[in-house]
């Protein structure tokens, strides 16, 4: 059974730092694409950030981009989320989710074969 766990999150101020983990298991990803998705409260899940295969090509959200860095270590089937400079407007449930193949122009939630319960940011201002 496949499984993805996030662990990480808290209740920080606005500036703060926290990193998000999340292990997998049941099968790898090494060769597929991994990603980060948030939803606040009344919203849709948003795009954060992935990573593609074993070349490691990353993309992320205009939104995040200069504060947050994906990274993930295939030999202990983790994938992290470093988010520096936490701003309000970045609370919410985060979620780790993974793709078998390699995802390419696309970062809709539906891509995704794999996800995790999430865990919750919440920034306080």
């Known amino acids: 059974q496949v499984q993805l766990v996030e662990s990480g999150g808290g209740a920080v101020q606005a500036g703060d730092s926290l990193r998000l983990s999340c292990a997998t298991s049941g099968r790898t990803f090494s060769s597929g694409t991994m990603g980060w998705f948030r939803q606040a409260p009344g919203k849709e899940r948003e795009f954060v950030a992935r990573i593609r295969g074993n070349i490691e090509m990353v993309l992320i959200a205009d939104a995040v981009e200069g504060r947050f860095a994906i990274s993930r270590d295939n030999a202990k089937n983790k994938l992290f989320l470093q988010m520096d400079s936490l701003k309000a407007e970045d609370t919410g449930l985060y979620f780790c989710?993974?793709?078998?193949?390699?995802?390419?122009?696309?970062?809709?939630?539906?891509?995704?074969?794999?996800w995790g319960q999430g865990t919750q940011v919440t920034v306080s201002s």
């Open positions: 989710a993974a793709a078998l193949k390699n995802l390419y122009g696309t970062n809709r939630p539906s891509d995704y074969d794999y």
